[in-house]
Each structure stands twice: as structure tokens, then as C-alpha cells.
């Protein structure tokens, strides 16, 4: 068993760019949540009063509740099947909602394969190759094919994880070229946005946002806007290599299989779902449970959350189901941050799926004892497992050795050691002349789909206004029936004035739905320690961007608006995530990182198939019918920065709102999706909206509610 690099590995490893978003972002983040206030008198008033945060955890435990709930349905579906007939059928289901997750695919449209260059080596070539997988969308590939035996071979499309360049890491040219001395041919293609496909690349060929996971999940958040998901097109890409594969004489169609690590283990397990033409498959360090994620507080890039899926019931391990009961196992490792007690309740799960297919030797789990990577136990492991699924021996019986790790499988499983390995550097492997596609001619990027897909979408969309808006806007919301008793609440001592407008508040925490509840500061001249006071029809609520509390003391509309009405009575509100329930998870002060709290509860909501901003939106309907209670029938709402979406909202579906003022309110999302470098993060986003309808459409609807706009904010400015 000899591995050897006579070339040092041009890669920085393979799991850098992930592992350095859980902490580099939090760095660039430090700052804090209230680092958007910049004058001077602000910074002064930061080092009196640290911004009230009272419920740093209310959020999470939420949406551990929620997300434990979804896999229960997963666990509990493959527990109850009793028969093969039980079985198949769950199989045939199991595929229908992973595809209504990852909705309908695109037309197949030609290839358009060239061979740019070949490498001879010893015992095996490497064929440099682009294709098309959409018109104008090329993906970089390299192809290692035995040389030194006669095919047809077994093909094996692989997948790379977060490695800056892509198909070029050490490891990923490692399993790639094993494969080949071991008799497979394996195609290995570049993701998005690594390797020689950047979608955001400056004049230097270098990404302007960051290679990996900044440009995923820049692109993907983005791509919700007009109904597409990353998951989906990176996927293609790889069912396209399969399409290709498959188009050349030596290739043996029957036996085609699939792996990949980290983010190439996501999309190994993706495509196992989405695709019925392998015949194996070895996701490495990715297979876990969805609750093991959320428990773990451990953002996923945005491909590697699903639209629905929590909702759909589904988890990793359904993925692997809905290819059963062909060969697959599942590649984890002891000292991964995907927690390997998942990768163990997955293998649980699918070992009765398997058994009562009468193909139990057809599944393993195998992991090794070092952290994150596709390291060389992983790596022999697959060739072991591919080994059996395709009746492939090694040359020799000096090939076959026991490696280091914990295998878990009913089959007899003789492990094959990894043939020698000598790496080669980034330019051997380029399929383009300078390492980009973005230098070809007639190469579209991501972004240009997205905008012409929302152009598209907007040219389709009528204008909606009164019960058809209303109707829209909660369909994309999701808004659950809202109830019609009156929310509980608990009420707080008085916290004094704390350089508010008038000299006194009384915060409440109103109960909005199950284990959420929203604060409310009612503005008193007194002190007040009960409910608030009856009478007054006319109030004002507002809704904070960041912080009622910070908000209260340096916003001028505020101040604005109580010297204009002294005598009506003053509320303001923290939605959930925000203010005093600003999370204190994942990574420390990660709150406005692109990788942070925000974003990792705001991408849960999707899975959960209900947008944060419709939840949101709910906490601030709910804080009506608590005003209501009080008779305030007539309330003038208040939305600033990112306060303004659910205040917006609400305004359109509440007749007791009857004046609205908005300042610093989003265009539209229309400029979202067809701006390339914009700011606003995924928890202001909606799926789908421009399918439907556009933030213009309640601008429009809300003029007859004395809708008044204060310098709103384009795509490119979001206050933080």
C-alpha cells in the first residue's frame, strides 16, 4: 500500500473554503449587529447602552423543535414499512418528493463536447473536456482512462467539494486517478463557481466575492427570487456528465456510479436522488440527519438545503432510498463537523429499507478516524465498495489490505488499497486556455439566467391589487390561517427610558405563535409596570430594521413622529431574529456574515417551506391583534430598513392599519434579481415572489392607506 506525491499538491485542502466560513466570517463580522450605525453621537451612545438582547436563544430552540418534528415523518416512514411491496412503494414516493423539492428539470440541450487537450501518463490518460449542461453554461472536466486495459470500463462521474480549484485539489485528483489505475474511467468536473468556472470573476480572473461558498451562496440566494435552486443546477451539471458518459464506446452503461466529498458529497447524495441511471454511489462526509445540522448550529451552503425538503419529510438518508436497492455506502468520519452519530441513524434507517428489498449486502457505512476530507481510508473504501458493486477484483492479491476506520455492512467487503499517486499542477488540468470559462466567447454566467429569467417572469406578471394581491401575498408568504383569539403576553418592568423620546417604556413579550414571541416596548411618560392602558383608537406601531431599543435612541423618524403626536399612544417591535431575540449561535457576532445565524435560520425556512419573512410578517399581524385588544383600531405602521418588508405586508393583508410610512423600504425585488452585486441577505428574500407578484404591487395597493416612502434602498445598499 504506497501513496506517494511526487508533485506537491497545488491546493490549498479541500474543505478550506467551508470550514473558513464558520470562522473568517465571523471575524469580518465582529464588529456586531449594530455595526451599521456610523455617526458619531451613535458611538457614543453604543458605550452607555449595549442594545437589549434579552432572548439570544428563542430563535434556535424553534427551529431545533421544528426540524426535529420534519425528521421524525423521515424516521417514521421507513419504520412503519413492513413489506417488500411496503418498501418499493416508499421508494416510488420517496422519488416523487425529491423531485418536487428539486422541481422539473430542463430540456436537454446538445452537449456541444470538445477535447481540448490529452496528458499521456502510465497506464492511463486525461482527457481535458468542456460541455455545455445549459446553452452557453460550460463545465470543465477532466477524464482519467485506463490505458493499460481493454474496455468497455465502469464509469464514475465525481464530484468536488469546496476546494478553490475545483477538479485540480489533491484529493479530488487522488480518487480520480485511482479510479483509473483500478480500471474505472471517472469524469470530474469543476462546481460552480470553483475551479475554472468563477461566475464572479474580476479582471485578474479572480472571484470578486470569493471562491466557493461566497459565490454559492450569492448566486443561490439570489436564484430563489425567480423559483430556481442551486441544488438543482448543480445537480444538472451533474447528470449532464452522466449524459455524456454514457454518448462514449467505452464506457460500460450498465455500471455507472457516483462519489464525492463535503459539498461533492452533497451532490453525490442529490444525485442519487434525482437520478435513476446509476448503479452505486459513495457519498463522502456529507450524509448525516438535517437535525444533527440544526442542533450542531452549523450553517450549509445554500445548494445543501433543499427548497421543502424539511416540509417534504424528507432527510439525507431519503435521498440514498430512493436509488435502493442498489449498491450505495455512505463514507463519514469520526472527527467530521457532519456529526457522524447522523451518518449512523441514516445507515440505521436505510439498513430496513434495504433488508426488506432483499438487498441488505447492498448497503455499508464506513468511517474513518481523521477530520473532514476525502482522506485515503475514505477514499479506498469506494474503490473497495465500486469494486464489489462492479465484480472487480485488484491485480494482485499485495492490493487488498484492511485500512483504519469502522465498517459497517452485512457484506463481505475485501478492502483495495489505492494505487500509487502522483499529482499533477492546476495548468496540466485546465480544459481553458487561461483557467476560466468566463474567457470563452459566448459563456453566460449564472447571474445572466437569474436576470433573464426574472425579466421574463415580469413581462408574465399581471399587476395585482386588493383580495388578489392579498391572496398572493400570503401563498408566497406561507402565512399560516391566522387565529382569532387574542395573543397572551407577559409583561416586564419598566426599563426606564434608556435616551428614548419620552421618560419611561414597558417592554411586553406578545406570544405569536408557539415558542415565539415578539417584543414590544410601549413609550409612556410614566412609569408603567402592567398592561397597556385602554383607549385611543389611533396608534403607531413601528418595526424595527435591527433594534427597537438602538433604534429608539438614533433613529430621526422616530423622534420625528412622537414630537408630531405626543398623546397617541407609541409602540415599537422586534420581530423574531431581530433586536432582543438577535441569535447568539453558530459562530460568535456572525449575525451580518453571509454565513452567519441569520442566514442559517433564514435557509432552514426554506427547507421548513415557510419564507422568514413570512414569519416575520405573522409575528407583526399577531402584535396588531394585541394592539387591538387595547382599541386601537387605527394604526399608523412604521417600517425601517429591513422592518419595512413585514411592516409592508401587513399593512397590505390588515384593514386595521390605516396610515403607513416606510423608510428605507426595498425597491423591488425585481432589482434584487437583476442587480449582479447586491446586498440585502437571504432572510429579506422571498422564493418564488416573481412568479407572483413584486413589491410595487403593495407600494401601489398601500397609497390609499397615505402610503408615505423615505429614501428607499436600491439593491446595492441594505443597512449593515
Request: glycine share 8%; aromatic share 10%; net charge negative.
Given at each position: 500500500?504506497?501513496?506517494?506525491?511526487?508533485?506537491?499538491?497545488?491546493?490549498?485542502?479541500?474543505?478550506?473554503?467551508?470550514?473558513?466560513?464558520?470562522?473568517?466570517?465571523?471575524?469580518?463580522?465582529?464588529?456586531?449587529?449594530?455595526?451599521?450605525?456610523?455617526?458619531?453621537?451613535?458611538?457614543?451612545?453604543?458605550?452607555?447602552?449595549?442594545?437589549?438582547?434579552?432572548?439570544?436563544?428563542?430563535?434556535?430552540?424553534?427551529?431545533?423543535?421544528?426540524?426535529?418534528?420534519?425528521?421524525?415523518?423521515?424516521?417514521?416512514?421507513?419504520?412503519?414499512?413492513?413489506?417488500?411491496?411496503?418498501?418499493?412503494?416508499?421508494?416510488?414516493?420517496?422519488?416523487?418528493?425529491?423531485?418536487?423539492?428539486?422541481?422539473?428539470?430542463?430540456?436537454?440541450?446538445?452537449?456541444?463536447?470538445?477535447?481540448?487537450?490529452?496528458?499521456?501518463?502510465?497506464?492511463?490518460?486525461?482527457?481535458?473536456?468542456?460541455?455545455?449542461?445549459?446553452?452557453?453554461?460550460?463545465?470543465?472536466?477532466?477524464?482519467?482512462?485506463?490505458?493499460?486495459?481493454?474496455?468497455?470500463?465502469?464509469?464514475?462521474?465525481?464530484?468536488?467539494?469546496?476546494?478553490?480549484?475545483?477538479?485540480?485539489?489533491?484529493?479530488?485528483?487522488?480518487?480520480?486517478?485511482?479510479?483509473?489505475?483500478?480500471?474505472?474511467?471517472?469524469?470530474?468536473?469543476?462546481?460552480?463557481?470553483?475551479?475554472?468556472?468563477?461566475?464572479?470573476?474580476?479582471?485578474?480572473?479572480?472571484?470578486?466575492?470569493?471562491?466557493?461558498?461566497?459565490?454559492?451562496?450569492?448566486?443561490?440566494?439570489?436564484?430563489?427570487?425567480?423559483?430556481?435552486?442551486?441544488?438543482?443546477?448543480?445537480?444538472?451539471?451533474?447528470?449532464?456528465?452522466?449524459?455524456?458518459?454514457?454518448?462514449?464506446?467505452?464506457?460500460?452503461?450498465?455500471?455507472?456510479?457516483?462519489?464525492?466529498?463535503?459539498?461533492?458529497?452533497?451532490?453525490?447524495?442529490?444525485?442519487?436522488?434525482?437520478?435513476?441511471?446509476?448503479?452505486?454511489?459513495?457519498?463522502?462526509?456529507?450524509?448525516?440527519?438535517?437535525?444533527?445540522?440544526?442542533?450542531?448550529?452549523?450553517?450549509?451552503?445554500?445548494?445543501?438545503?433543499?427548497?421543502?425538503?424539511?416540509?417534504?419529510?424528507?432527510?439525507?438518508?431519503?435521498?440514498?432510498?430512493?436509488?435502493?436497492?442498489?449498491?450505495?455506502?455512505?463514507?463519514?468520519?469520526?472527527?467530521?463537523?457532519?456529526?457522524?452519530?447522523?451518518?449512523?441513524?441514516?445507515?440505521?434507517?436505510?439498513?430496513?429499507?434495504?433488508?426488506?428489498?432483499?438487498?441488505?449486502?447492498?448497503?455499508?457505512?464506513?468511517?474513518?478516524?481523521?477530520?473532514?476530507?476525502?482522506?485515503?481510508?475514505?477514499?479506498?473504501?469506494?474503490?473497495?465498495?465500486?469494486?464489489?458493486?462492479?465484480?472487480?477484483?485488484?491485480?494482485?492479491?499485495?492490493?487488498?489490505?484492511?485500512?483504519?476506520?469502522?465498517?459497517?455492512?452485512?457484506?463481505?467487503?475485501?478492502?483495495?488499497?489505492?494505487?500509487?499517486?502522483?499529482?499533477?499542477?492546476?495548468?496540466?488540468?485546465?480544459?481553458?486556455?487561461?483557467?476560466?470559462?468566463?474567457?470563452?466567447?459566448?459563456?453566460?454566467?449564472?447571474?445572466?439566467?437569474?436576470?433573464?429569467?426574472?425579466?421574463?417572469?415580469?413581462?408574465?406578471?399581471?399587476?395585482?391589487?386588493?383580495?388578489?394581491?392579498?391572496?398572493?401575498?400570503?401563498?408566497?408568504?406561507?402565512?399560516?390561517?391566522?387565529?382569532?383569539?387574542?395573543?397572551?403576553?407577559?409583561?416586564?418592568?419598566?426599563?426606564?427610558?434608556?435616551?428614548?423620546?419620552?421618560?419611561?417604556?414597558?417592554?411586553?413579550?406578545?406570544?405569536?405563535?408557539?415558542?415565539?414571541?415578539?417584543i414590544v416596548y410601549r413609550l409612556l411618560d410614566e412609569r408603567l409596570s402592567s398592561r397597556p392602558p385602554q383607549g385611543g383608537k389611533r396608534a403607531t406601531l413601528y418595526v424595527s430594521h435591527l433594534s427597537s431599543d438602538a433604534e429608539l435612541r438614533n433613529e430621526e423618524l422616530i423622534q420625528e413622529?412622537?414630537?408630531?403626536?405626543?398623546?397617541?399612544?407609541?409602540?415599537?417591535?422586534?420581530?423574531?431574529?431581530?433586536?432582543?431575540?438577535?441569535?447568539?449561535?453558530?459562530?460568535?457576532?456572525?449575525?451580518?456574515?453571509?454565513?452567519?445565524?441569520?442566514?442559517?435560520?433564514?435557509?432552514?425556512?426554506?427547507?421548513?417551506?415557510?419564507?422568514?419573512?413570512?414569519?416575520?410578517?405573522?409575528?407583526?399581524?399577531?402584535?396588531?391583534?394585541?394592539?387591538?385588544?387595547?382599541?386601537?383600531?387605527?394604526?399608523?405602521?412604521?417600517?425601517?430598513?429591513?422592518?419595512?418588508?413585514?411592516?409592508?405586508?401587513?399593512?397590505?393583508?390588515?384593514?386595521?392599519?390605516?396610515?403607513?410610512?416606510?423608510?428605507?423600504?426595498?425597491?423591488?425585488?425585481?432589482?434584487?434579481?437583476?442587480?449582479?452585486?447586491?446586498?440585502?441577505?437571504?432572510?429579506?428574500?422571498?422564493?418564488?415572489?416573481?412568479?407572483?407578484?413584486?413589491?410595487?404591487?403593495?407600494?401601489?395597493?398601500?397609497?390609499?392607506?397615505?402610503?408615505?416612502?423615505?429614501?428607499?434602498?436600491?439593491?446595492?445598499?441594505?443597512?449593515?
Open positions: 500500500m504506497s501513496h506517494s506525491q511526487q508533485t506537491p499538491s497545488p491546493s490549498i485542502p479541500t474543505d478550506f473554503t467551508r470550514r473558513d466560513a464558520l470562522t473568517s466570517l465571523a471575524t469580518i463580522a465582529a464588529a456586531g449587529p449594530m455595526a451599521f450605525w456610523s455617526a458619531p453621537s451613535v458611538a457614543v451612545a453604543q458605550k452607555e447602552y449595549t442594545p437589549l438582547n434579552r432572548y439570544p436563544r428563542m430563535v434556535h430552540e424553534h427551529f431545533v423543535r421544528q426540524v426535529r418534528m420534519a425528521g421524525q415523518v423521515s424516521k417514521q416512514r421507513i419504520a412503519k414499512l413492513k413489506t417488500k411491496e411496503d418498501a418499493e412503494r416508499h421508494v416510488k414516493e420517496t422519488q416523487e418528493r425529491i423531485r418536487e423539492s428539486f422541481g422539473s428539470e430542463p430540456e436537454r440541450t446538445p452537449l456541444n463536447p470538445r477535447i481540448t487537450s490529452t496528458v499521456e501518463r502510465d497506464g492511463y490518460r486525461i482527457e481535458n473536456i468542456i460541455f455545455e449542461s445549459r446553452p452557453g453554461f460550460p463545465v470543465t472536466a477532466n477524464i482519467y482512462v485506463p490505458t493499460n486495459k481493454s474496455g468497455p470500463f465502469p464509469g464514475v462521474v465525481g464530484t468536488c467539494g469546496h476546494s478553490s480549484n475545483g477538479k485540480a485539489a489533491g484529493s479530488y485528483q487522488s480518487f480520480a486517478q485511482g479510479l483509473a489505475k483500478l480500471g474505472y474511467i471517472c469524469l470530474i468536473y469543476d462546481p460552480i463557481g470553483q475551479g475554472e468556472r468563477l461566475q464572479y470573476p474580476n479582471e485578474k480572473l479572480k472571484s470578486k466575492i470569493g471562491v466557493g461558498v461566497q459565490e454559492h451562496l450569492h448566486a443561490g440566494n439570489q436564484q430563489f427570487l425567480v423559483g430556481e435552486f442551486l441544488g438543482s443546477w448543480r445537480a444538472w451539471d451533474g447528470i449532464r456528465a452522466l449524459d455524456y458518459l454514457l454518448t462514449r464506446d467505452d464506457i460500460d452503461k450498465t455500471q455507472v456510479g457516483v462519489t464525492g466529498n463535503s459539498g461533492g458529497g452533497t451532490m453525490t447524495t442529490w444525485l442519487s436522488g434525482v437520478e435513476d441511471r446509476w448503479s452505486m454511489t459513495a457519498p463522502s462526509c456529507f450524509v448525516t440527519t438535517f437535525l444533527r445540522n440544526m442542533e450542531n448550529e452549523l450553517p450549509a451552503d445554500t445548494e445543501q438545503c433543499p427548497p421543502k425538503a424539511l416540509a417534504l419529510g424528507l432527510d439525507h438518508c431519503d435521498f440514498i432510498a430512493a436509488m435502493a436497492p442498489k449498491p450505495a455506502i455512505i463514507l463519514a468520519k469520526e472527527q467530521d463537523f457532519f456529526d457522524v452519530r447522523g451518518s449512523e441513524e441514516a445507515y440505521s434507517r436505510l439498513k430496513h429499507l434495504y433488508k426488506l428489498l432483499g438487498a441488505e449486502d447492498n448497503l455499508a457505512l464506513f468511517y474513518g478516524p481523521t477530520p473532514h476530507g476525502y482522506s485515503q481510508e475514505n477514499r479506498e473504501a469506494m474503490y473497495s465498495w465500486f469494486n464489489r458493486a462492479t465484480g472487480m477484483t485488484p491485480d494482485k492479491p499485495g492490493d487488498q489490505a484492511k485500512f483504519d476506520g469502522v465498517l459497517r455492512t452485512a457484506a463481505d467487503l475485501a478492502f483495495t488499497a489505492e494505487p500509487e499517486i502522483t499529482l499533477e499542477k492546476d495548468e496540466t488540468l485546465w480544459c481553458t486556455p487561461k483557467g476560466q470559462v468566463s474567457t470563452l466567447e459566448g459563456t453566460r454566467t449564472i447571474f445572466d439566467f437569474t436576470r433573464d429569467t426574472s425579466q421574463e417572469l415580469a413581462a408574465k406578471r399581471k399587476s395585482l391589487s386588493g383580495d388578489a394581491l392579498q391572496v398572493a401575498v400570503r401563498d408566497v408568504l406561507k402565512l399560516p390561517k391566522q387565529p382569532k383569539n387574542t395573543p397572551d403576553f407577559q409583561i416586564y418592568r419598566a426599563i426606564g427610558s434608556r435616551g428614548y423620546p419620552k421618560k419611561s417604556a414597558t417592554a411586553y413579550a406578545v406570544n405569536t405563535e408557539p415558542g415565539i414571541q415578539a413622529i412622537v414630537k408630531a403626536e405626543p398623546d397617541v399612544p407609541f409602540f415599537t417591535c422586534d420581530v423574531r431574529g431581530i433586536g432582543e431575540s438577535l441569535p447568539a449561535t453558530c459562530s460568535p457576532n456572525s449575525f451580518h456574515s453571509s454565513y452567519g445565524n441569520d442566514y442559517f435560520y433564514s435557509i432552514h425556512s426554506i427547507m421548513l417551506d415557510r419564507p422568514y419573512v413570512g414569519q416575520k410578517t405573522l409575528d407583526v399581524l399577531r402584535v396588531l391583534d394585541w394592539m387591538k385588544s387595547f382599541g386601537h383600531t387605527e394604526v399608523h405602521i412604521v417600517g425601517n430598513g429591513w422592518g419595512g418588508l413585514p411592516a409592508t405586508f401587513a399593512a397590505v393583508l390588515s384593514d386595521q392599519v390605516n396610515q403607513v410610512t416606510l423608510k428605507h423600504a426595498l425597491t423591488s425585488y425585481t432589482d434584487l434579481a437583476e442587480t449582479e452585486h447586491y446586498e440585502w441577505p437571504l432572510s429579506t428574500l422571498l422564493p418564488n415572489v416573481l412568479s407572483e407578484f413584486d413589491l410595487p404591487d403593495c407600494y401601489a395597493a398601500l397609497k390609499s392607506k397615505n402610503l408615505k416612502q423615505i429614501e428607499p434602498w436600491g439593491a446595492e445598499a441594505s443597512g449593515h
